[in-house]
């Protein structure tokens, strides 16, 4: 069963997606797979949702997200907490507003009955407690 779960947040006095990112990664982020592949939409892409699988360094996707900041593109990135698969798709539609979708190798609490549920705790430990030193946010609501 697919339990797509997604949180919107919504910012203000923010202006630079690649210092939210860098926040990210100091928090324990990755840009990247464990394989070292970065997906994320390019250049040009205009709401295609193109996905691209490249293998790129930090900075060469700092620049992509600077320009597509600058061309006012939605800016898509996954990224991987520290050594494991458990990624988010970080989707910012502009300077205001991030939606984070919980879609890759999710995280699970184990309930008796041999169903899980997504840890929705952890994410949001995780996350939202990352970027409170960096901006006002707050969280619109889980889709």
């Known amino acids: 069963m697919l339990n797509e779960i997604s949180m919107e947040i919504?910012?203000?006095?923010f202006?630079?997606?690649?210092?939210v990112l860098k926040k990210f990664k100091s928090a324990g982020w990755n840009i990247g797979d464990s394989k070292g592949r970065v997906s994320y939409l390019p250049i040009g892409d205009n709401d295609d949702y193109d996905w691209q699988d490249n293998y790129l360094s930090n900075e060469e996707i700092y620049n992509i997200v600077r320009i597509?900041?600058?061309n006012k593109e939605v800016i898509g990135i996954n990224l991987f907490w520290k050594d494991s698969?458990?990624?988010i798709t970080a989707l910012f539609l502009n300077t205001n507003s991030?939606?984070?979708?919980f879609s890759i190798n999710q995280k699970k609490i184990d309930m008796n009955d041999s169903?899980?549920?997504?840890d929705v705790n952890w994410y949001i430990e995780h996350i939202v407690n990352q970027v409170d030193d960096i901006c006002y946010y707050k969280i619109e609501g889980f889709i």
């Open 15 to 19: 202006n630079d997606v690649v210092e």
């Open 85 to 87: 698969n458990t990624g």
């Open 68 to 70: 597509k900041q600058q």
């Open 10 to 13: 919504k910012f203000s006095n």
């Open 98 to 101: 991030l939606i984070i979708s």
């Open 115 to 118: 169903r899980s549920m997504t």
